[in-house]
């Protein structure tokens, strides 16, 4: 089923999270719970005392950049317009943010089919955890019998606690997250599609997940495929019943949809894992 969601029916929530500092957030799209494709699409506002150690997941990230820096130390610097994936099982961080950011930020099951853990559960884990321990700078702690503590990375803490079983990760098939500046990128004419052009940004794993820039004038339309997720950076227009603008976004579910542009658009579209 289709989803659209704009920004401006949306409140901007600031919530308890597993990393160090302030975190604000608009959720956006979700996927099904429980499911090895389950997805959570969120437009995260974070600030300078955001606090995140040197990690992994078992699932996939895809992160857009739209104001500030986000420093991830020796993996680079995602600056406004850098896209980055970040796959299952592979390190990155720590990161820190200079002044304010705004991220747009997708994490959905990977290749591994290891899923993706939901927000709802995950809140709730990071609320029982608390009540035997702490969260401190992205860390777990629980104090030892004997004096100490006991640190664990605090996402890993809160799936191994909603799992009951202990997180294995899957083996990376790359060495590092990968950025991507779509500036350098070329658009390639749609020879099908009068006002429609594409910048391909990548497709990895053998999950076929895909990453491509459309660029769209004003009266052109565009069809977006099945379990594909859109983001618009620019412009406006309609999709079935709904309306979308800047910073709307889009989730095709089983079916394709269309898109018909009113002003000249740029869209982020994310094809989600072929599971």
């Known amino acids: 089923m289709q989803q659209i969601l704009n920004l401006r029916d ?33 437009l995260s506002n ?25 420093d991830f130390t020796r993996d680079g610097v995602m600056k406004p317009g850098t896209i980055g994936y970040f ?36 809140q709730h884990g990071i609320s029982e955890l608390k009540e035997t321990g702490r969260f401190e700078a992205g860390v777990y702690k ?11 990375d605090a996402y890993e803490a809160v799936w191994e606690h909603m799992n009951g079983r202990e997180l294995h990760y899957p083996e990376s098939r790359y060495d590092k997250p990968i950025f991507i500046r779509p500036a350098a990128a070329d658009w390639v004419p749609d020879a099908q599609r009068p006002g429609v052009s594409r910048k391909h940004l990548g497709t990895f794993s053998e999950a076929q997940t895909t990453l491509s820039l459309i ?18 950076l620019e412009g406006k227009g309609k999709a079935g019943d709904g309306d979308w603008e800047l910073r709307s976004s ?17 869209l982020l579209q994310i094809q989600l894992p072929r599971l």
């Open 142 to 152: 629980v104090a030892k019998p004997g004096g100490g503590t006991r640190n664990q």
């Open 10 to 42: 949306l409140t901007m929530i600031e919530r308890v999270h597993a990393r160090g500092g302030r975190f604000r957030y608009y959720p956006l799209l979700s996927g099904r719970d429980g499911s090895a494709g389950n997805f959570f699409l969120q």
């Open 87 to 122: 796959p299952e099982g592979v390190f990155y961080g720590p990161q820190s943010i200079s002044g304010e950011s705004l991220t747009l930020v997708l994490q959905f099951g990977g290749a591994s089919r290891s899923g993706y853990l939901s927000e709802a559960a995950f």
């Open 215 to 232: 660029g769209l004038t004003a009266d052109a339309e565009v069809e977006v495929p099945p379990n594909t997720i859109v983001f618009v």
């Open 250 to 266: 889009l989730y095709s579910g089983e079916a394709a949809s269309a898109m018909a542009v009113d002003v000249a658009s740029q």
């Open 46 to 70: 974070t600030f300078n005392d955001f606090d995140s150690p040197r990690h992994r997941h078992n699932f996939d990230q895809v992160r857009v950049q739209l104001e500030g820096d986000a």
